[in-house]
């Protein structure tokens, strides 16, 4: 639960919500768009890629984010140990 609240963190939720609405050409773009160093970007897009939730596209020279998921269920339950 705890990793899964940190990749959904407020901060993840609008760097999604930043690729979908100005679908950024490149990490160079997206960098620009939000301010955030690429080397930060990189990262956080790689760990989210692992997730399913965005796909990194090399196109020509550069790697386009795209987002895959935009809506999330979490289901978790508890049961006894006889």
Do not use: W
């Not at 407020?10 to 997206?30: D, G, R, Y």
């Not at 897009?45 to 997730?51: A, D, G, N, P, S």
């Amino acid at each position: 639960m705890k990793s899964m609240a940190q990749i959904l963190s407020n901060e993840n939720q609008a760097l999604l919500k930043m690729i979908l609405e100005h679908k950024p050409k490149s990490l160079t773009e997206l960098e620009a768009l939000t301010g955030r160093a690429k080397s930060n970007l990189s990262r956080t897009l790689k760990t989210l890629e692992r997730y399913g939730i965005v796909e990194l596209q090399k196109l020509e020279n550069a790697l386009v984010p795209k987002v895959k998921a935009t809506h999330f269920r979490v289901e978790f339950g508890f049961e006894a140990v006889a």
